[in-house]
């Protein structure tokens, strides 16, 4: 680890540490394949939905069917469920 630092300190120009960086604004949609977009939907109802995978569950039944679910609808049917 020693020498690995001492070669970015000398030499930063070839022994540097590359991060790369993605401006979310600036992906284009249309360009993304359907399973790029699914997985980026689930993850935001997964956030908007506070982790909670039988409300996720349930909302992606709902937009399979042709509904459009609000999170309250989500949350609210989930609570109703008996025994859980």
């Keep these: 680890m020693l020498l690995i630092r001492l070669l970015e300190a000398n030499d930063p120009s070839r022994f540097k540490r590359h991060v790369e960086n993605t401006n979310l604004l600036d992906i284009d949609p ?21 982790g909670n995978q039988r409300a996720v569950a349930e909302a992606q039944r709902l937009i399979e069917v042709g509904e459009t679910p609000t999170i309250e609808d989500c949350m609210r049917l989930v609570e109703k469920e008996p025994g859980k």
Excluded: W
């Design 30 to 50: 249309d360009k993304l394949s359907p399973e790029m977009l699914d997985k980026i939907a689930d993850h935001l109802l997964s956030r908007a939905l506070g």
